[in-house]
């Protein structure tokens, strides 16, 4: 065996160790190393692959393999780095340290291989093409495979490790309560004086704004860490697939307050939570309101439906939802769920419960998609676009017309 591929397979084993203590020792709380199945055993076996047809390839493809294999690797690492930054280094932060030094090295290993291994014959200007489509073919590969795989990866594996200051202005509860999955999630609940109650999700940071606004007209409200979030159990997922699951615990935990009437729960998301939000609506009675703000591509067939809405067509078309596709399904692997059911079939199911979208049309984040969600849904309905509004700031660029709005639309709805 060449140094070349001892080298190869010493940095393919700091992966693989990392890969079996994150998935198998050392799961995230709540979870078993038999919930990780897929995520573990599936990059284990591309590992192993990748190691025995290492030294099999041509120069070309062993340079290429490491160079590419590189930047997946660091991106492994990100998440040691993220919460030592932030709580410091604990269980698999350790072993994945180590993935960053064999990401180096594979990325050094690969430039070194090319170089060595490069044609040095023939015609001067043919060798040059050669090198530079070789080139252009590398980094298309990159575009639409290693970068949303090491994308998937950070934001499966990555989020807010602290609790944010409370600045609900109102007197609180420290709550916890389980899903149906056996999470435990921990959060803050602010008594009802209404009889009423809304979660407003996601997390404990950015609903606060739209919680302390219904908190001073006498609703109880819920904030909580989602899962893999903050103090509360689970894997995080940025998409939020298997969220439904966090915010029909929120409603089953709310049902059971003396200061809630069962029936006059109601919801408020921002961003990927008002996504989750009418996902959830839509598979429960329970929630008997719900304000998105925010909401973007859920799924697949959601963004290059807003590929279609923005005017991207032909070849950027079809790179962009290759990239997508490969991003979901790593997704998938990652984080062992199901990718999230196409919006538009979800909405038309929450009728005659009432819906209120609100959009930021300007801003980069998808919401003309609201347009498309508001046709789709039944009556009651309602779509409010804030053309000056940054992603999820409908409350700061019209406050009073914001308050005025979400509270008389939970008003009408709940009491």
């Given at each position: 065996?060449?140094?070349?591929?001892?080298?190869?397979?010493?940095?393919?084993?700091?992966?693989?160790?990392?890969?079996?203590d994150?998935?198998?020792?050392?799961?995230?709380?709540?979870?078993?190393?038999?919930?990780?199945?897929?995520?573990?055993?599936?990059?284990?076996?591309?590992?192993?692959?990748a190691?025995?047809?290492?030294?099999?390839?041509?120069?070309?493809?062993?340079?290429a393999?490491?160079?590419l294999?590189?930047?997946?690797?660091?991106?492994?690492g990100?998440?040691?780095?993220?919460?030592?930054?932030?709580?410091?280094?604990?269980?698999?932060?350790?072993?994945?340290?180590l993935?960053?030094?064999?990401?180096?090295?594979?990325?050094?290993?690969?430039?070194?291989?090319?170089?060595?291994?490069?044609?040095?014959?023939?015609?001067?200007?043919?060798?040059?093409?050669?090198?530079?489509?070789?080139?252009?073919?590398?980094?298309?590969?990159?575009?639409?495979?290693?970068?949303?795989?090491?994308?998937?990866?950070?934001?499966?594996?990555?989020?807010r490790?602290?609790?944010?200051?409370?600045?609900?202005?109102?007197?609180?509860?420290?709550?916890a309560?389980?899903?149906?999955?056996g999470?435990?999630?921990?959060?803050?609940?602010?008594?009802?004086?209404?009889?009423?109650?809304?979660?407003?999700?996601?997390?404990?940071?950015?609903?606060?704004?739209?919680?302390?606004?219904?908190?001073?007209?006498?609703?109880?409200?819920?904030?909580?860490?989602?899962?893999?979030?903050?103090?509360?159990?689970?894997?995080?997922?940025?998409?939020?697939?298997?969220?439904?699951?966090?915010?029909?615990?929120?409603?089953?935990?709310?049902?059971?307050?003396?200061?809630?009437?069962?029936?006059?729960?109601?919801?408020?998301?921002?961003?990927?939570?008002?996504?989750?939000?009418?996902?959830?609506?839509?598979?429960?009675?329970?929630?008997r309101?719900?304000?998105?703000?925010?909401?973007?591509?859920?799924?697949?067939?959601d963004?290059?439906d807003?590929?279609?809405?923005?005017?991207?067509?032909?070849v950027?078309?079809?790179l962009?939802?290759?990239?997508?596709?490969?991003?979901?399904?790593?997704?998938?692997?990652?984080?062992?769920?199901?990718?999230a059911?196409?919006?538009?079939?979800?909405?038309?199911?929450?009728?005659?419960?009432?819906?209120?979208?609100?959009?930021?049309?300007?801003?980069?984040?998808?919401?003309?998609?609201?347009r498309?969600?508001?046709?789709?849904?039944?009556?009651?309905?309602?779509?409010?676009?804030i053309?000056?509004?940054n992603?999820?700031g409908?409350?700061?660029?019209?406050?009073?017309?914001?308050?005025?709005?979400?509270?008389?639309?939970?008003?009408?709805?709940?009491?």
């Amino acid at each position: 065996m060449d140094s070349t591929t001892k080298l190869f397979r010493l940095a393919v084993a700091l992966i693989g160790l990392h890969v079996v203590d994150d998935n198998f020792l050392q799961p995230e709380a709540g979870t078993s190393a038999g919930d990780h199945l897929v995520s573990g055993l599936v990059p284990l076996a591309l590992l192993a692959l990748a190691a025995w047809g290492f030294p099999r390839l041509p120069g070309a493809g062993r340079g290429a393999l490491a160079l590419l294999m590189g930047p997946l690797a660091i991106a492994t690492g990100i998440e040691a780095v993220h919460y030592a930054n932030q709580v410091g280094p604990s269980g698999d932060d350790f072993t994945g340290f180590l993935t960053i030094p064999a990401g180096l090295l594979l990325i050094g290993l690969g430039a070194v291989t090319l170089w060595r291994t490069r044609r040095t014959d023939g015609n001067h200007a043919w060798r040059y093409t050669r090198r530079g489509l070789l080139g252009a073919s590398g980094l298309v590969v990159a575009a639409i495979v290693i970068f949303p795989i090491g994308f998937a990866y950070v934001v499966s594996h990555t989020a807010r490790a602290v609790v944010p200051e409370n600045r609900l202005g109102a007197g609180y509860e420290d709550v916890a309560f389980e899903t149906s999955d056996g999470l435990t999630l921990k959060g803050w609940y602010v008594p009802s004086r209404n009889g009423a109650a809304v979660i407003s999700f996601p997390g404990r940071k950015g609903p606060q704004k739209p919680a302390r606004m219904l908190a001073r007209h006498g609703y109880g409200v819920l904030v909580f860490d989602r899962r893999g979030e903050g103090e509360s159990d689970g894997e995080p997922n940025i998409f939020g697939w298997g969220g439904d699951r966090d915010i029909k615990a929120a409603i089953r935990f709310l049902q059971q307050r003396p200061d809630v009437d069962p029936g006059r729960i109601g919801g408020i998301g921002l961003s990927v939570g008002g996504e989750m939000m009418l996902e959830a609506a839509a598979e429960t009675d329970d929630l008997r309101a719900v304000v998105s703000e925010g909401a973007g591509a859920r799924a697949l067939s959601d963004e290059r439906d807003e590929m279609d809405i923005e005017g991207i067509g032909g070849v950027d078309k079809l790179l962009n939802t290759a990239g997508i596709a490969v991003r979901v399904g790593a997704l998938s692997v990652l984080t062992n769920e199901a990718p999230a059911a196409n919006l538009k079939t979800l909405v038309g199911r929450i009728a005659p419960r009432p819906i209120l979208l609100i959009a930021a049309p300007n801003s980069k984040n998808g919401e003309k998609l609201n347009r498309e969600y508001y046709a789709a849904a039944q009556e009651p309905k309602a779509l409010w676009e804030i053309p000056e509004s940054n992603h999820t700031g409908g409350i700061d660029a019209r406050p009073r017309q914001y308050e005025r709005r979400v509270v008389g639309f939970f008003d009408d709805a709940l009491l």
